[in-house]
């Protein structure tokens, strides 16, 4: 027997037949526009001479419209089963458990077949790819902070192109004294860039690693004149003409 009051039965039979009333007259209209081809939807007889920006709208709506789609008719099979399971008399158990789904539950949801705690729950996963684990940065990722790279990285690239010039304005300057552009200071603009120690900015080697040349350009100047090192250890120069 039914735990289901007639009048409630009959209520929830009521909503039942509503609901599958509206979901196929919602399918039988073509309320998606899925039978609106894509070219007919942009007037175009081709898309060659489209941007794909535009295309790419367009594929985006026409998968929103399948997943309304297939919402509905899922929907559709479980009012259907509901109605069925009605003139069965097995309605309102739950399909787990075995126990009467409260009146409460199936007015706000009749069309369901389970109680609140056997209810299918989907939970989302926040596991990572596998690979992550052997690729260091992953993805090419080099720009992220937590992890060590010493090789010209995206940060690197970013600290270039905000010495050029960025769209923030001296208002937005951390340091409150800076008046115009040329006084910005951006992050970690002193960084090495891709370098472990300042010296490595201006000492190379050729090929075979025999002999070692010194590069005098500013890193070089600045390393000298912040007193990091001495001339004396470039045997060709001169400190008069290289600390001037």
Known sequence: MSHLTEAELRQLHRQLLDRKAELQRLNENDQHGLSISERDNTGELSHIDNHPGD?????YEREKDIGLQDRAELELERVLASLEKIEQGTYGVCVVCGQP??????????????CVEDTPRVIPSYDRPV?????HPPFGRSSLDE?????????????ILENMGSSNSPAMAENPEVGSYNEMDYEEADDLGGFVEAYENFVATNIDNTEVFIVRGPQYYNYLQEGEGSFLLDPHADSDEDLS
């Open 147 to 159: 992890h060590e790279y010493s090789g010209f990285d995206g940060e690197d690239a970013l600290q």
């Open 131 to 135: 690979e992550e684990e052997f690729l």
């Open 55 to 59: 295309l790419a709208t367009e594929v």
């Open 101 to 114: 789904i409260p009146f409460e539950r199936l007015e706000a949801v009749p069309d369901t077949m389970y």
